[in-house]
């Protein structure tokens, strides 16, 4: 039992690691008396973590939840929303393979292009933030920790692999040795 504990061990890891990776989508269109709101501000807002996407021209728009909030969990709440009124909010809870959350805005209803900074203010371009965006921000913690998971990953799998290796040479050499003594005593 013991010899395979290195291998149980790797996999195990290595699941961890694929399921921390799995994306998320969450997609869908903006509209307003059904005709399509381009470059519209989406935010996206889970568990403390906001991001944002803009519609393109065909009101269309799509964000990885990941990248918004790389420890994203099945049931946690999500809001997305478009304005400040009630119309452009719109919340569900994260289970299945992805979300499809579409709004139709009433007519003299305005979707406020905003967009959110780092410090939690809300200003109306992204050159206004003190701070670089949350997007940006995000994206390059994202790759840092990705980074070093991967990096800590193949470590544990090298130690694992090279535990076996030394393990399974002892025992050749013990096995050696206690050959040669058995003829010497011959």
């Known amino acids: 039992m013991m010899k395979y504990l290195p291998y149980i061990l790797m996999l ?3 699941a961890a690691t694929v399921s921390a990776f799995m994306p998320y989508p969450i997609f869908g269109t903006v ?22 996407v ?19 969990r099945t049931g946690s709440l999500v809001d997305v929303s478009i304005c400040d009124k009630a119309e452009c909010k719109k919340s569900f809870t994260v289970s299945g393979p992805m979300k499809e959350l579409n709004f139709d805005l009433p007519a ?26 949350i997007d940006e921000n995000s994206y390059q913690y994202l790759l840092t920790k990705r980074w070093f998971q991967g990096m800590i990953a193949a470590l544990v799998v090298l130690a694992s692999l090279g535990g076996v290796y030394l393990v399974r040479a002892k025992k050749s050499a013990n096995t050696i040795k206690k050959k040669a003594e058995e003829r010497k005593y011959k």
């Open 12 to 14: 195990v890891l290595m």
């Open 31 to 52: 509209t307003q008396d059904k005709k399509p709101l381009s470059d519209v501000q989406v935010t996206i807002t889970n568990e403390g973590s906001v991001g944002s």
């Open 54 to 72: 803009k519609t393109d021209d065909k009101g269309y728009y799509q964000a990885e939840l990941p990248n918004i909030n790389f420890n994203y």
């Open 108 to 133: 003299g209803t305005v979707a406020v292009k905003t967009v959110r900074c780092i410090t939690g203010e809300i200003v109306q371009a992204e050159s206004e933030c003190k701070l670089v965006s």
